[in-house]
Each structure stands twice: as structure tokens, then as C-alpha cells.
């Protein structure tokens, strides 16, 4: 398994970096860098580069929920955030038009329908699978598979699964929270159901938060944050 780090620096990060043969990293900022190492990586070696301020090693991050404990019929989105007055408003439109969020999470069931606008485009504008070799990363990125809302529509139109799964299931509801239109049941409309999507599906590891649990790294979500800006 590799290593990774964040790295809070000064100056021109990446002529230190390569004087010390550290080629895979990523500048994020003109203040933060994400640097991944094989694992036998002394991080020693990064006290002795003058442009480095701040390292810490990558931090692991686990998904807070795990979809079926406990859950039974589950809850409307507007009924759980107090927000129905809103909808049930004549004189207020808030659809969600015009705006564009971002799911980092576990990835996104791409054809399913209520991600699907009625003309049949993708309600996602880009889709970045930091797991996938699928196809190629995003600019300035080192590993996974970007796809455009072009690629995604040619997916759809053809029923093809095979450019991104999201196997825990996270994403898509979080996703489904946001901008589900309640094509299969109108009780589940999202907040802002006209509005498009950027997802990320994080990088997953195995126990490293806490055994036998599915687990991310903050390195890849920092990433995912920077590519989501640019």
C-alpha cells in the first residue's frame, strides 16, 4: 500500500520535491501539496527540503453510516430537515436551478433515474473515479478516471454500467438527497432537484479506521476538493 502526505510549503515545492526524487504529488494550492510515496518512504527525508513548512501523514476517514443498520422505512428529505413550508410555498421557487454541488463520497449510480434529466442527459457534469483505470485522471491529477457529462450521456444511451459503480451505496443516496427528482417514489423528492452534480468517488481502503471497515484517506478528500475548485 502507498504512503501519503499533506504538505503545508513555501516557495517552489516542486523543484524541492524533485531534488529529494519525489515525483508523484499534487499542488493543490500555492500553499498545499499532497505528496504519495511507496511504502518503504522515509518522511524524514521531507525535514530536509527547505520549502516544506508543515507534513503530516495521511489521516483515515470512515464513512459514518453503514446503509441498512437500523433503517426501516426511512424519512423524506423535507420532513427531516423541517424544510416542507418551503416547498408547499406558492410564492417561492427553490429548485435548485443554476447551481452546482459536489458529492465526495463513495461514487454514484449514474443510471439510475432520478439522476437522469427528462431529455435523458446525465444531471452530472463530472464524474472523477480516483479508483477507476477505466480511463484517464483529470489534469494535473495522478490516478483514476474523469468523465464529462458528453461521456456520461453516451453511458446512459446505451444502459452501460461499466464507467463507475458506486458499490457502497453513500454517494448515491447523498446524491439522491440532493437532486432526486422522485422518479420511483415522490416521497423521496431531494432539496434541489434541478440542480447538476460534481462527483468524487474517494479512494477506499480496508481497516484503516477500523478492521474489516471500508475506510478513506483525507489526502485523497483534499484532492477531491482542489479538483472540484479548478
Known amino acids: ?3 501519503s502526505y499533506t504538505i503545508v510549503y513555501q516557495g517552489d515545492i516542486g523543484q ?7 515525483n508523484n504529488y499534487m499542488v493543490l494550492n ?37 446503509i441498512g443498520d437500523g433503517v426501516v422505512n426511512g424519512e423524506t428529505v423535507t420532513n427531516a430537515s423541517g424544510t416542507s413550508y418551503i416547498e408547499n410555498n406558492p410564492y417561492i421557487s427553490v429548485d435548485g436551478t443554476g447551481t452546482l454541488i459536489a458529492i465526495i463520497d463513495s461514487g454514484i449510480d ?39 457529462k458528453e ?5 446512459i444511451a446505451n444502459n452501460n454500467a461499466d464507467l463507475s459503480r458506486d458499490e457502497i451505496g453513500t454517494g448515491t443516496m447523498a ?9 420511483n417514489n415522490p416521497a423521496y423528492r ?29 489526502t485523497d478528500f483534499l484532492v477531491a476538493i482542489s479538483y472540484i475548485i479548478q
Open 151 to 155: 461521456q456520461l450521456n453516451e453511458a
Open 30 to 66: 500555492d500553499k498545499l501539496v499532497v505528496v504519495y510515496t511507496n511504502e518503504d518512504f522515509d518522511p524524514t527525508i521531507l525535514d530536509d527540503i527547505e520549502q516544506v513548512s508543515i507534513w503530516k501523514k495521511a489521516i483515515p476517514m470512515s464513512s459514518l453510516i453503514k
Open 190 to 218: 431531494g432539496i434541489a432537484p434541478k440542480a447538476e452534480l460534481i462527483v468524487i468517488k474517494l479512494r477506499s481502503y480496508i481497516s484503516l479506521f477500523k478492521e474489516g471497515r471500508i475506510n478513506y484517506k483525507n
Open 16 to 22: 524541492g520535491l524533485r531534488e529529494k526524487n519525489i
Open 110 to 148: 449514474y443510471l439510475h433515474p432520478d439522476f437522469i434529466n427528462e431529455d435523458g442527459s446525465s444531471k452530472i457534469l463530472y464524474l472523477w473515479d480516483q479508483e477507476s483505470d477505466y480511463g484517464s485522471p483529470p489534469d494535473n491529477m495522478l490516478f483514476g478516471s474523469e468523465y464529462n
Open 1 to 3: 500500500m502507498e504512503k
Open 175 to 183: 446524491a439522491g438527497i440532493v437532486v432526486s427528482e422522485g422518479k
